[in-house]
């Protein structure tokens, strides 16, 4: 039967991961794979979460399952850190799955089992693996603009003219901060027009939220999804602790449904079914170090800390690049970078500028010019503005 298997398209950010590999050159650059780094380009384990591994592993006496939905005080923990009290607990209903990317493909399924007409309203450009599920799913999907890459900025007008032709029930699938590709956000102002918008117009918002604390803080960055679900009786959100706990490989991820009256539960009934048909019980373990984290008062403030500076790690980044090409271009071209949030900015570079920038200085970046900020240190800062300068100009 295998012989009937079709080559399927390859993952182009893992794929320019192995290029960099296999690249011989000292003086080469990653800034490709959504990853966190630290100035030596090491991926370090948190602190909290160091400190948690121990206490649990001293306190853990069974491998036995855990609960289909996940363990209720990991939902109710994260539940907390997005929504806080902008929503009644009562009114979300929640799944712990494996990372953000589980909790998307089941938000995305549970969509198609509510309403299999629904068009998914996606940005343009959003992160691929939206796309290329909803197309494995067979779900209908639309584009909305987004981005502009003149200026570096959201395209609001472009995004409202567009969402402006969705029909009522269609879902719009939105970052929840720290947009990825582009690094470009919405103002709270423009969340708020678009909060009118899918009012006016009876839409689902879906959110995933993958980056929560690495733009401007944990509260900050959980403000749009707090209003979008506040303001709409229902809406899908999908929150990974990948990047904020540093547990990427733990895989571990929520989905939450906040709704009204009997809905609720027929939503957590059904979550906790999809969760029973993909994989059953749901990875466990990096979900018991978040809920020891954010239990208790001395981890939560020793991770808040590390989050902090990391944050102000790539914030300082993106000044130093954003001064850099403003010093060397002499022109206001790449500002947008200091005022892009998160671990990405898109350059707005072509895609041979990209090609030339991997061939001729072995810098490696997705073929859109999206660059991973935590990529860079003091030293290769200079090397890659200058490197940019040279392809666009
Ligand atoms: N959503 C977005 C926008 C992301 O960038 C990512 C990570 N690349 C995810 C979801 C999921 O991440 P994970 O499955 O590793 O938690």
Not at 167 to 174: A, E, I, N, Y
Not at 301 to 311: G, I, Y
Request: charged share 25%; aromatic share 8%.
């Amino acid at each position: 039967m295998f012989e009937a298997l079709q080559e399927q398209p390859k993952d182009k950010i893992l794929a320019l991961m192995q290029m960099y590999r296999d690249d011989p050159r000292m003086t080469k650059i990653d800034l490709g794979v959504g990853v966190y780094k630290n100035a030596d380009g090491h991926t370090p384990i948190m602190r909290a979460v160091k400190t948690a591994e121990q206490q649990w592993w001293n306190r853990e006496d069974t491998k036995t399952y855990v609960g289909l939905a996940g363990d209720p005080a990991f939902n109710d923990a994260m539940v907390d850190l997005v929504l806080s009290d902008s929503v009644m607990r009562d009114n979300v209903a929640s799944i712990a799955t494996p990372g953000g990317t589980g909790a998307v493909r089941q938000g995305f399924e549970l969509i198609r089992m509510a309403s299999s007409k629904a068009v998914i309203w996606v940005s343009d450009p959003t992160w691929p693996n939206h796309i290329s599920i909803l197309k494995y799913l067979g779900m209908p999907t639309r584009t909305y603009r987004y981005f502009n890459a003149q200026t570096g900025t959201v395209n609001f007008e472009g995004m409202r003219q567009d969402l402006s032709e969705a029909k009522p029930g269609d879902v719009v699938l939105l970052h929840g901060c720290c947009h990825n590709p582009t690094g470009a956000n919405l103002t709270m102002d423009q969340w708020g027009q678009l909060v009118t918008l899918m009012q006016d117009k009876d839409l689902k918002p879906m959110i995933d939220i993958a980056y929560q604390g690495f733009g401007d803080g944990l509260d900050e960055d959980a403000a749009a999804t707090r209003l979008v679900a506040s303001s709409l009786p229902e809406t899908l959100i999908a929150a990974s602790c990948s990047k904020n706990f540093g547990i990427y490989r733990e895989r571990t991820g929520i989905l939450m449904a906040v709704a009204q009256g009997e809905s609720v539960k027929m939503a957590q009934d059904n979550m906790a079914f999809l969760n029973r048909q993909n994989y059953s019980f749901p990875p466990d373990h990096g979900a018991r170090l978040v809920t020891l984290i954010l239990s208790d008062d001395n981890l939560r403030a020793d991770w808040q800390a590390e989050l902090k500076d990391v944050r102000n790690g790539m914030l300082r980044l993106r000044t130093a690049l954003a001064g850099e090409l403003k010093r060397l271009t002499n022109s206001d071209r790449f500002d947008f970078l200091a005022n892009h949030r998160g671990m990405f900015s898109r350059l707005g570079l072509t895609t041979d500028q990209v090609e030339t920038l991997r061939s001729d200085h072995a810098i490696y970046m997705v073929g859109d010019s999206r660059i991973n900020i935590a990529g860079l240190n003091d030293d290769t800062i200079p090397v890659l503005a200058k490197a940019i300068v040279k392809v666009a100009s």
